[in-house]
């Protein structure tokens, strides 16, 4: 079993920075390909970035691209978002979600369906 636990969310105001944690317990991220989530007041959950097992590929959602960044350290079982250049549409629960890792992964990367551990999620809210 994984449990992860995101953090380092928090009110900022447009155009600051955040970076989010995510720290997983029970078993190693290593063999794991980790993704990132968010959810707005009154909108769908929305694919936000990946990152492959090794960080060798990273995804980003289109709003999000040039922005945010994805990282991993396997060695302290933690994958990060930094944030930058945050705007009030970002406001939202970020997840950090977790999923093995298959052939059709560089085309599936972003199927919510395809994860199978989450954290609760961490609050960002950006104010204009």
């Known amino acids: 079993q994984v449990q992860l636990v995101e953090s380092g969310g928090g009110l900022v105001q447009a155009g600051d920075s955040l970076r989010l944690s995510c720290a997983a317990s029970?078993?190693?991220?290593?063999?794991?390909?980790m993704g990132w989530f968010r959810q707005a007041p009154g909108k769908e959950r929305e694919f936000v970035a990946a990152i492959s097992w090794s960080g060798g590929s990273t995804y980003y959602a289109d709003s999000v691209k040039g922005r945010f960044t994805i990282s991993r350290d396997n060695a302290k079982n933690t994958v990060y978002l930094q944030m930058n250049s945050l705007q009030p549409e970002d406001t939202a629960v970020y997840c950090c979600?977790?999923?093995?890792?298959?052939?059709?992964?560089?085309?599936?990367?972003?199927?919510?369906?395809?994860?199978?551990?989450w954290g609760q999620g961490t609050q960002v809210t950006v104010s204009s």
């Open positions: 979600a977790a999923r093995e890792t298959a052939t059709s992964y560089s085309s599936t990367y972003y199927l919510a369906a395809l994860y199978i551990y």
């Open positions: 029970g078993r190693t991220l290593s063999s794991y390909a």
